[in-house]
């Protein structure tokens, strides 16, 4: 399993930009899928977006549509998630995975290792 470390998080008025980032150390991201998902208090964790290994399949959840985008930098071995236009219903903490095969997302189950978190609240 990967060790994955996300970090960005922050607090934000509404309407702010943040950028997550998706590290591995000692590992090559470029080898796998990843996605990120998304755990709101009191609510089970979602999909929030999917870039696939070679980049060239990219999804998002209906609600982050327009407002997020996610990249990948494989000089830099690390997997971004731009969001703008926060809105007070993004406040979340904010993980990354890796898939290992076949992509599942907005699914877990095709994620075989996940980072801690990363906190964003969006507040005025």
């Known amino acids: 399993q990967l060790r994955l470390v996300e970090s960005g998080g922050a607090l934000v008025q509404p309407g702010g930009s943040l950028r997550l980032s998706c590290a591995a150390p000692g590992f090559r991201l470029e080898d796998h899928g990843i996605g990120w998902f998304r755990q709101a208090p009191g609510k089970e964790r979602e999909g929030v977006s999917y870039i696939s290994m070679g980049g060239g399949n990219i999804a998002y959840t209906d609600s982050v549509k327009g407002r997020f985008t996610i990249s990948r930098d494989n000089d830099k071995n690390t997997v971004y998630l731009q969001m703008d236009s926060l809105e007070p219903e993004d406040t979340a903490v904010y993980f990354c995975?890796?898939?290992?095969?076949?992509?599942?997302?907005?699914?877990?189950?095709?994620?075989?290792?996940w980072g801690q978190g990363t906190l964003v609240t969006v507040s005025s």
């Open positions: 995975a890796a898939s290992e095969g076949p992509s599942s997302w907005p699914e877990e189950w095709g994620f075989a290792s």
